[in-house]
């Protein structure tokens, strides 16, 4: 701008010119730094937020919304009385550790039978990951019921997950525009299944049982066999009748689709630790540590290296050497079939 004045004219730091020409240098030097910004929002692989669903919305990519977690609850009291639907249950709040009660609302009514027990499902009312608690976790019933003394989970409750992650929507982004579906070749089904809320991952199996047949495997959020409520949701959406095309799946297609087999992948080890350190710890880490590696795993690669567990064992800093490592009873990888998800089993450690 300076080079544009007239050479006559005194340019100096401070002189009139200068500081008439400053604010507006300013501001355009702003506008290139936001030009490049908006260019860098533009593309999926280097947007966020709201940019990058805009983005995977043009192609028909639409963010997976939170689901909430489901299961069943016993209810024990008097023989004969009715428990309706919406009820609601909880797990206690915990002043010392400040954690919050969830609450859950079962989804179908029931009536104690003669032993004065009924199993019914429950969904958790706030969606997300909180809402996954373990066998007992709840045992407060919120409403007041005549006849009922006493309420839990008899199983863990499943299938919670968190709004879709912008790393999440990505990936799904970047198969639908790489690997385009076509007519309901694997790449359709694949994305189709992710499609669903709760879905993470799936497999798929044609001719599995014959011409016209196809097989979709699906993981949940976290990488394990989800529950029947998003089998079922899937299953809708691809193919709610055998092929009648009335879903997503072509006409003449017959579509089954199911969990997950977990595959237990139990440890035994033992450990020569530090001084203070404490197996208990050492095990929350080497758990902690082996549940992220069985997660990268998860219907990309079937194989658990028997090396790569090892090497969780030397990464924790208490442990100092480690002998008798078997991973379910022998010292080999283990592979996972299509299909198949490799979890967390048993995990032994002594000193």
């Known amino acids: 701008m300076l080079d544009l004045v007239p050479s006559d004219v005194d340019k100096s730091e401070s002189s009139f010119i200068w500081d008439s020409l400053s ?13 490049q910004e908006i260019l860098r929002r533009g593309f999926a692989e280097t947007t966020f937020g709201p940019y990058l669903r805009l983005r995977c919305e043009e192609h028909g990519v639409i963010p997976r919304v939170a689901v909430s977690a489901a299961g069943s609850i016993k209810i024990i009291g008097v023989v004969g009385t009715v428990i309706p639907i919406g009820v609601l249950v909880a797990t206690p709040a915990d002043d010392i550790t400040a954690t919050s009660s969830i609450e859950y609302e079962t989804t179908a009514a029931a009536t104690l039978n003669s032993l004065g027990e009924a199993v019914i499902p429950i969904k958790a009312i706030v969606p997300g990951t909180a809402g996954n608690v373990p066998i007992g976790a709840i045992s407060v019933l919120v409403n007041s019921l005549t006849g009922v003394t006493s309420v839990t989970n008899t199983a863990a409750t499943t299938g919670g997950a968190a709004e879709e992650s912008d790393e999440s929507l990505l990936a799904r982004f970047l198969i639908k525009v790489r690997q385009p579906g076509t007519s309901g070749n694997k790449a359709d089904y694949m994305q189709w299944a992710l499609d669903i809320p709760g879905v993470s991952r799936a497999q798929v199996k044609p001719l599995w049982s014959g011409p016209g047949t196809v097989k979709v495997y699906i993981l949940d959020a976290d990488k394990r066999a989800p529950n029947p409520t998003i089998v079922a949701a899937v299953q809708n959406y691809i193919a709610p009748s055998a092929g009648q095309g009335e879903g997503k799946s072509p006409i003449g297609a017959n579509v089954t689709v199911v969990a997950a087999t977990e595959i237990p992948i139990n440890i035994s080890v033992t450990l020569t630790l530090a ?13 902690a540590g082996l549940k992220t590696y069985l997660q990268q795993l ?11 567990i090892s090497a969780i064992l030397l990464d924790i ?9 078997t991973v379910n009873g022998n010292e080999f990888n283990v592979e996972a079939l299509l299909g198949e998800v490799a979890v967390i089993g048993t995990v032994t450690m002594s000193e």
């Open 298 to 308: 998860a219907f990309v690669d079937p194989l658990v290296r028997y090396t790569r």
């Open 317 to 325: 800093p208490p442990i100092i050497d480690f002998a008798n490592l």
């Open 23 to 35: 604010p507006a240098a300013f501001q355009l030097y702003e506008a290139s730094i936001w030009a």
């Open 275 to 287: 001084s203070g350190a404490t197996i208990g710890e050492v095990k929350a880490t080497f758990e």
